[in-house]
T-cell receptor, first 116, second 112 residues
Framework: GAVVSQHPSWVICKSGTSVKIECRSL??????MFWYRQFPKQSLMLMAT?????????EQGVEKDKFLINHASLTLSTLTVTSAHPEDSSFYIC????????????FGQGTRLTVV | GENVEQHPSTLSVQEGDSAVIKCTYS??????FPWYKQELGKGPQLIID?????GEKKDQRIAVTLNKTAKHFSLHITETQPEDSAVYFC???????????FGRGTSLIVHP
């Protein structure tokens, strides 16, 4: 089955630093990847849609300069949280859609970010 | 935009019982409805989905029904087991972008 790998699974960083999260599709090519944020006991909130080779489309209210998304290849998208603050602490999840397959999007295992 | 309502928020059942989770959607153009299971500290996993041209789909102990007229769809889990305990999310999306809008989730607890 389609596998999406997210790295790291957890990270702790100091306020003011930047953190990069990687999302890889291991056995398929993904023209579209999605980045979500999830607070405890809440649903997934779509942050942005990332298309290979083009700029990401951000949802309303998401700061594009703070959450930098790069989708440089058909198997890799990265989310960089710049100048992180404690309120950025959250569970970040990516998903990817197989460009040749059906419409299902497959999720990574998530990254727990804690900013201290 | 699309709005997906999901009920109940918490569901507690005894092992072997059935569990039903219900969702409603607002956009009549939505035509793809996936269900995800999320275990603690992990990403969501697709467990079953249904398209608007189908009224029901079954996969072993899991089934999903769709009523397009009423704009609601449901997840049915029979013979529940403790390992079914997790948070379940329904979602709805529209052809073209297929970007899902998620419900708020249902925490299913199966007591042994």
């Amino acid at each position: 089955g389609a596998v999406v790998s997210q790295h790291p699974s957890w990270v702790i960083c100091k306020s003011g630093t930047s953190v990069k999260i990687e999302c890889r599709s291991l056995d398929f090519q993904a023209t579209t990847m999605f980045w979500y944020r999830q607070f405890p006991k809440q649903s997934l909130m779509l942050m942005a849609t990332s298309n290979e080779g083009s700029k990401a489309t951000y949802e309303q209210g998401v700061e594009k300069d703070k959450f930098l998304i790069n989708h440089a290849s058909l198997t890799l998208s990265t989310l960089t949280v710049t100048s992180a603050h404690p309120e950025d602490s959250s569970f970040y999840i990516c998903s990817a859609r197989d460009r040749t397959g059906p419409v299902e999007a497959f999720f990574g295992q998530g990254t727990r970010l804690t900013v201290v | 935009g699309e709005n997906v309502e999901q009920h109940p928020s918490t569901l507690s059942v005894q092992e072997g019982d059935s569990a039903v989770i219900k969702c409603t959607y607002s956009d009549s153009a939505s035509n793809y409805f996936p269900w995800y299971k999320q275990e603690l500290g992990k990403g969501p996993q697709l467990i079953i989905d249904i398209r608007s041209n189908v009224g029901e789909k079954k996969d072993q102990r899991i089934a999903v029904t769709l009523n397009k007229t009423a704009k609601h769809f449901s997840l049915h889990i029979t013979e529940t087991q403790p390992e079914d305990s997790a948070v379940y999310f329904c979602a709805a999306s529209t052809g073209g972008s297929y970007i899902p809008t998620f419900g708020r989730g249902t925490s299913l607890i199966v007591h042994p």
